[in-house]
T-cell receptor
Framework: GQNIDQPTEMTATEGAIVQINCTYQ??????LFWYQQHAGEAPTFLSY??LDGLEEKGRFSSFLSRSKGYSYLLLKELQMKDSASYLC???????????????WGAGTKLIIKP | DTAVSQTPKYLVTQMGNDKSIKCEQN?????MYWYKQDSKKFLKIMFS???????INETVPNRFSPKSPDKAHLNLHINSLELGDSAVYFC??????????FGAGTRLSVL
């Protein structure tokens, strides 16, 4: 079956660093996405990994290990505005025609405290 | 300019009614989706269209019927609304290699 696991909720302090983990078991793999969703708003794209390793984008970095079925999102210098849910999603494989369906985790609610 | 716009933003209605949600994207993408996000925040795909053709049709009641008049529009019609249909419905469109852009969501409450 298809399964994506993330912690339900995490708490961190403003200015600190937090790592949000995601593990997946899917029938195919063609990339992993992280999205941010503020309460009451739409998910917005943060990062994409298809090869093993670390992708850095400003305060946010995302890591992928395909052999372990594992990814993490690292947020540095946390700000209050980073309080949101972070969704991990795996793109199914199958090439063109499969429609690149995303399989979504339930999201990790990140609470930032002053 | 809003890239993916859906209307209405809020929809409150009685059980048994029929309602529609509209979605339009001005990004020139070929693929559009409808998702349902329940109270546990789990995003569940309902339908996917590629260039006006239905590609993905997950297990949803046949009371839900998508319509794509052209590749920029994907509407969702729901017949005989039930309490369990209450959720946030998101429309999304997709670039070729995978980033999906979401609309602001339609918060449906069935009373």
């Amino acid at each position: 079956g298809q399964n994506i696991d993330q912690p339900t909720e995490m708490t961190a302090t403003e200015g600190a660093i937090v790592q949000i983990n995601c593990t997946y078991q899917t029938s195919g793999f063609n990339g992993l996405f992280w999205y941010q969703q503020h309460a009451g708003e739409a998910p917005t794209f943060l990062s994409y990994n298809v090869l093993d390793g670390l992708e850095e984008k400003g305060r946010f970095s995302s890591f992928l290990s395909r052999s372990k079925g594992y990814s993490y999102l690292l947020l540095k210098e946390l700000q209050m505005k980073d309080s949101a849910s972070y969704l991990c999603a795996v793109r199914d494989s199958g090439g063109e025609g499969s429609n690149y369906q995303l399989i979504w985790g339930a999201g990790t609610k990140l609470i930032i405290k002053p | 300019d809003t890239a993916v716009s859906q209307t209405p933003k809020y929809l409150v209605t009685q059980m048994g009614n029929d309602k529609s949600i509209k979605c339009e994207q001005n990004l020139g993408h070929d693929t559009m989706y409808w998702y349902k996000q329940d109270s546990k925040k789990f995003l569940k795909i309902m339908f996917s269209y590629n260039n006006k053709e239905l590609i993905i049709n997950e297990t949803v009641p046949n009371r839900f019927s998508p319509k794509s008049p052209d590749k920029a529009h994907l509407n969702l019609h729901i017949n005989s609304l039930e309490l369990g249909d209450s959720a946030v419905y998101f429309c999304a469109s997709r670039k070729e290699w995978g980033i999906q852009y979401f609309g602001a969501g339609t918060r449906l409450s069935v009373l």
